[in-house]
């Protein structure tokens, strides 16, 4: 082999060097909270970061309507002095509860699906931690709309990408000069 084809491989592994590094730097904060939250929400019911669900304590009976369910868990957070607005109802039919949930805080109001009766209100962390790891905390605290996730995701996206592209040519690069090397 010629040595313009090893020069060429040679300068082609330290450009792939130093973009690697001028990209990994910038990102690497973005790399390590991406990690931290996903092990976190992998974990999420082990390390007790949603309120367990509950049962109901009535044997039979009829479903209360899901109106009604909000208007508990609205109740409720108007007692607690927080903001009311429900964001969605999760039903656990196994379980005979609802889990109530607003737009603007992490909470939820556990609610017997038969009874009415509030069974739990707490913090729901993984809430948090999942809009910290896809970038749209900073959409929930500013605007409401997804641009800053879309931007965050994508920007991330792209950059591990090349990371995965430009490592694999670092690792290949040295190897196949090598062998270029004992061919000449």
Do not use: N
């Amino acid at each position: 082999m010629s040595d313009a084809t090893i020069q060429s491989k040679v300068k082609a592994l330290r450009w792939y060097r130093r973009v690697h590094k001028w990209i990994g730097i910038p990102l690497l904060l973005f790399f390590l909270l991406i990690g931290i939250t996903s092990i976190l929400l992998a974990w999420k019911k082990k390390a007790e970061l949603l309120p367990p669900t509950l049962s109901t304590k009535v044997e039979q009976g009829t479903w209360i309507l899901p109106s009604e369910m909000v208007k508990i868990g609205e109740e409720e957070m108007k007692k607690l002095g927080r903001d009311s607005e429900v964001d969605r109802i999760d039903i656990r039919p196994d379980k005979g509860t609802a889990k109530v949930t607003f737009k603007t805080h992490f909470t939820e109001v556990q609610v017997d699906g038969f009874s009415g009766e509030v069974l739990s209100i707490g913090t729901r962390h993984s809430d948090w931690i999942e809009k910290v790891h896809d970038g749209s905390i900073i959409d929930y605290y500013t605007t409401g709309d997804e641009g800053a996730k879309l931007t965050y995701s994508t920007l991330i996206s792209i950059g591990l990408i090349f990371l995965a592209i430009s490592g694999f040519y670092m690792w290949y690069y040295p190897k196949a000069v090598r062998k270029l090397k004992t061919k000449s």
